[in-house]
Structures are given as structure tokens and as C-alpha cells.
């Protein structure tokens, strides 16, 4: 059994400014990571569901999916960056269709692709956590190979972790191979057959990221029904 001891009458000066030891259960943030005398935090996927659920304030529609691919998926990003099992990341992935599921009151046939294809093949734009969290975990680690020296242990298991990174039974190693890949799958289906000349115009498909116009919330969905669904 491992025992931790925190002398917390000892301090310590840095520049004149006096650093206080923390205690064994501490959690403190470093480049946007949770670290502990254990090491590395896991994530709180409970905080990050209640940051979902706070997005059910009053706003309309296009404001919602505007916040979630801008602004909360990235900082869950960055929480789960550091390290998290494959499962976990499926887990949140369902989580966040279902919001935006209940959101824009798509029906519960509505194809996963239709969320994660970019906007300019006609999808959502939304960011599939179990494909884009591993690609980011081997840039991550590729970065920091120096050459002619040992390949941290760190580094192999990022690389392979990326293996499991696919879409639809297709490998992807890079960010533009996933878009390219969900856009393949959309167009590809039954559903979306219709949709395989559009990111030839990606302009034409700006509304569907814009949160700022002041298009209703009901003629938003309207909109978004007609094209995709």
C-alpha cells in the first residue's frame, strides 16, 4: 500500500513569492490538464454534463450549436486530452448528439454522420470526441520525438491509440482524413446522396454555423430539416 506524507509547516520561496505544499488529494491545473500527487486527474464527466445540461438556457437553436462546436467542445477537449479510455469518449460523443438532438427535434433515425460531416458537405460540424481526441494525442506526442534517441513509452502507447481512431471501420491519422472520411459516409448513403456536389459551394452552407443571425429558432430547424433530414 502507498502512503502519502505532506509536511505542511514546510514552505518554500520562489522569486519572493512563497509556494504552499498541498495536501494529497489536491487537483491543480497545468496547460489546461488536472494533475495530483497521483498524477494525471481523470475527467469529471459529471462537470461535464452539467455543462451541457446548462446549455438548455433560453437561447434559439443556431445559438446553441453555435456554443457547443465553439466553445464547450473544445474545453472538454482540452480535459480529456490528457489521457482517457475509448469508452469514455463514446459516452460523451451519445451525450452530445442527444442534445443537439433534442435541440433541433431531429427524429431518432437521424444518421450519426449527418452531426460530424463538416458544414460545407452539408453536416453539422460537430467534432466526434472518439476519432478527433486520439489524432490530437499522437500530434501531441510526435511532437515531442527528438531524433536518434528512445521513444518514450508515453509516445508509443499515443501512437498506438491512434489505430483505434475510425470512422465507419476506416482508419484515420489526420484531422482533414476524418472530415474527408464523414463526408465520404454522408454522401455515400441513401440519405445523402443528394448532398455530393455541395462543398464545391462551401459558401452557400455558412448559415448553418452562424449563431449570430436572427433567424428564428423554429425556422432554423425548419431549415436544417429540409437540407439534411
Given at each position: 500500500?502507498r502512503?502519502?506524507?505532506?509536511?505542511s509547516m514546510?514552505?518554500?520561496?520562489?522569486?519572493?513569492?512563497q509556494v504552499?505544499?498541498?495536501?494529497?488529494?489536491?487537483?491543480y491545473k497545468?496547460?489546461?490538464m488536472?494533475f495530483?500527487?497521483?498524477?494525471?486527474?481523470?475527467p469529471n464527466?459529471?462537470?461535464?454534463?452539467e455543462?451541457l445540461?446548462?446549455l438548455?438556457?433560453p437561447?434559439?437553436?443556431?445559438?446553441h450549436l453555435n456554443v457547443l462546436?465553439?466553445h464547450?467542445?473544445p474545453?472538454i477537449?482540452?480535459m480529456v486530452?490528457?489521457?482517457v479510455c475509448?469508452?469514455?469518449l463514446k459516452?460523451l460523443?451519445?451525450?452530445?448528439r442527444q442534445?443537439v438532438?433534442?435541440?433541433l427535434?431531429?427524429?431518432?433515425d437521424?444518421?450519426?454522420?449527418v452531426?460530424?460531416?463538416?458544414t460545407?458537405?452539408?453536416g453539422?460540424?460537430?467534432?466526434c470526441l472518439?476519432?478527433r481526441?486520439?489524432?490530437?494525442?499522437?500530434?501531441?506526442?510526435e511532437?515531442?520525438?527528438?531524433?536518434?534517441l528512445?521513444?518514450h513509452?508515453n509516445?508509443?502507447?499515443?501512437?498506438?491509440f491512434?489505430?483505434r481512431?475510425?470512422?465507419?471501420?476506416?482508419?484515420v491519422t489526420?484531422?482533414?482524413?476524418?472530415?474527408?472520411e464523414?463526408?465520404n459516409v454522408l454522401?455515400?448513403?441513401?440519405?445523402?446522396?443528394?448532398?455530393?456536389e455541395?462543398h464545391?459551394?462551401?459558401q452557400?452552407?455558412?448559415?448553418m454555423?452562424?449563431g449570430?443571425?436572427l433567424?428564428?429558432?423554429a425556422?432554423?430547424?425548419?431549415?436544417?430539416k429540409i437540407?439534411?433530414?
Amino acid at each position: 500500500m502507498r502512503k502519502w506524507y505532506v509536511d505542511s509547516m514546510h514552505k518554500m520561496e520562489i522569486y519572493g513569492a512563497q509556494v504552499q505544499s498541498l495536501q494529497p488529494t489536491t487537483v491543480y491545473k497545468y496547460l489546461g490538464m488536472h494533475f495530483s500527487s497521483a498524477g494525471k486527474g481523470k475527467p469529471n464527466i459529471q462537470k461535464l454534463c452539467e455543462k451541457l445540461v446548462a446549455l438548455q438556457a433560453p437561447l434559439k437553436s443556431q445559438q446553441h450549436l453555435n456554443v457547443l462546436n465553439k466553445h464547450l467542445i473544445p474545453g472538454i477537449i482540452r480535459m480529456v486530452l490528457g489521457g482517457v479510455c475509448q469508452n469514455t469518449l463514446k459516452t460523451l460523443d451519445k451525450l452530445i448528439r442527444q442534445m443537439v438532438k433534442k435541440w433541433l427535434k431531429f427524429p431518432k433515425d437521424t444518421p450519426i454522420n449527418v452531426y460530424y460531416a463538416p458544414t460545407a458537405a452539408w453536416g453539422l460540424g460537430c467534432i466526434c470526441l472518439s476519432t478527433r481526441v486520439p489524432i490530437l494525442w499522437r500530434n501531441n506526442s510526435e511532437d515531442l520525438v527528438i531524433p536518434n534517441l528512445a521513444i518514450h513509452p508515453n509516445t508509443i502507447k499515443a501512437l498506438r491509440f491512434v489505430g483505434r481512431s475510425k470512422v465507419r471501420n476506416v482508419v484515420v491519422t489526420t484531422r482533414r482524413q476524418e472530415l474527408k472520411e464523414w463526408t465520404n459516409v454522408l454522401v455515400g448513403s441513401l440519405d445523402g446522396v443528394g448532398l455530393k456536389e455541395h462543398h464545391f459551394a462551401p459558401q452557400v452552407h455558412k448559415w448553418m454555423a452562424n449563431g449570430t443571425n436572427l433567424t428564428k429558432g423554429a425556422t432554423y430547424i425548419d431549415a436544417l430539416k429540409i437540407n439534411i433530414i
